[in-house]
């Protein structure tokens, strides 16, 4: 006799429906058949209220409600284990993690202990996500026996450690407590070659640079994605202490990456004058080092329409006011092109600049998406520029 699915008993037949996540092709399945209407009609309603309740769940902890409410919908039958899409597949232990709902988390894990470890759709453990947010308390909740202990040693899917996001949270205790645990490579990078160290300088969270440093082996030059350095994210990220603090160890501060972009050049695209400022201070910057499209940190700036680090930049004397990238633009040109008006009237302030350019080509030109048309004081701007020694 061949086997169908009739012949099976009910709860294997259950455990099939398990694995069906669409409620259409269930119904589908349970109208094929009078027998199996019976047994998966009432199995579809359960999970139904299940998921509802589930759903209730996540958001009472998304909302911070009671803790009493979320106990009543796990006795209720809501699934911890259920994930929002929407929310890079976070679970409820999850959410009660990174919002620093303690009594939750120890609810959730009493329910069900195996949750401790549980990742999100990009790998993250909940530990993970209490490190990153800084809630000492779920931390240590979460690394104690009666709740877990949490697996330290795991990665995400980046292959990012628990002590990475730590850093990049900021809490210097949280850090430390992860270190106490004996388990953690303090050094161990990303799959970008981003480290702790570098993550914290990235965020500009000193005091866990000051200790990570203290340990054997952190470098704090390190080379990273791209040829970055933990200075060059800082500079980028506009983090003026952590940018000081990195220039008080000796670090190079011209360093260049594979694009031969300086940390200068960094800060002055994103408009960081505080950073700015602090890089040209240093007699090891060079203000005019072009990256590898021959772009300078004024041409950076310019098209940026930064203006305050177009006027730091030009105070130094030492940048070519007419340096042209490698589409042929100078910093004046881009600056007109997408109509800086304060970084074009600074540029011409110095009366050493050449408009020996062609405004409706420039609107149009090199294939670039720009305003439809110059402002027309801009265009009576640079007409004067032109005339004043005619």
């Known amino acids: 006799m061949t086997p169908t699915l009739l ?48 759903n209730l769940l996540i958001s009472a902890i998304q909302n911070s409600k009671p803790p009493q409410l979320c106990q009543l919908l796990l006795r209720d039958g809501a699934d911890p284990e259920v994930r929002v899409r929407t929310e890079q597949g976070k679970t409820a232990l999850h959410f009660a993690a990174e919002t620093g709902q303690t009594v939750v988390a120890r609810l959730l894990l009493l329910h069900k202990r195996s949750l401790v470890n549980i990742r999100d759709g990009i790998g993250r453990t909940p530990l993970m996500s209490a490190a990153e947010c800084g809630h000492e308390s779920v931390v240590r909740t979460l690394l104690s026996a009666k709740y877990g ?25 949280i ?19 981003v480290t702790p160290f570098a993550c914290a300088a990235s965020e500009g969270h000193c005091e866990v640079m000051r200790l990570l440093l203290s340990l054997e082996g952190v470098d704090p030059a390190c ?28 670090v190079d501060p011209d360093s260049k990456t594979g694009h031969r972009e300086t940390p200068l050049l ?3 695209r994103r408009g960081h004058p505080g950073v700015v400022q602090q890089l040209l201070a240093d007699k090891g910057v060079n203000p005019d080092a072009a990256d590898g499209h021959r772009r300078t940190p004024l041409i950076a700036a310019a098209l940026h329409g930064h203006a305050e680090v177009v006027e730091l930049l030009l105070a130094t004397g030492r940048v070519q006011l007419d340096a042209r990238d490698h589409q042929g633009m100078t910093p004046l040109m881009w600056a007109a092109k997408f109509q800086r008006t304060p970084v074009v009237e600074l540029l011409l302030s110095t009366g050493q600049l050449q408009v020996d ?28 520029y032109k005339k004043r020694d005619a």
């Open 223 to 250: 080379r990273m994605y791209q040829g970055r350095t933990p200075l060059s994210l800082a500079a980028e990220n506009g983090k003026e202490e952590a940018v000081k603090y990195l220039l008080s160890l000796g």
């Open 175 to 193: 850090v430390q407590t992860l270190l106490d645990t004996g388990k953690l490579d303090h050094n161990a990078a990303d799959d970008d070659g």
């Open 7 to 54: 012949n099976l008993p009910s709860k294997l037949i259950q455990t099939i429906a398990d694995h069906i996540s669409s409620e259409h092709e269930l119904r589908c399945l349970a109208q094929s058949h009078p027998q199996l209407d019976s047994i998966l009609t009432p199995y579809i309603k359960a999970r139904k209220d299940r998921k509802e309740r589930s």
């Open 266 to 268: 960094m800060a002055a």
């Open 357 to 384: 350019f062609d405004l409706s080509e420039l609107r149009k030109g090199l294939g670039l998406v720009g305003p439809p048309r110059l402002d027309p004081s801009l265009v009576r701007l640079l007409d004067a």
């Open 149 to 173: 202990p949490a697996d330290v040693t795991l990665r995400s899917c980046n292959n990012r450690s628990v002590l990475w996001y730590a850093a990049k949270g900021g809490n210097v205790k």
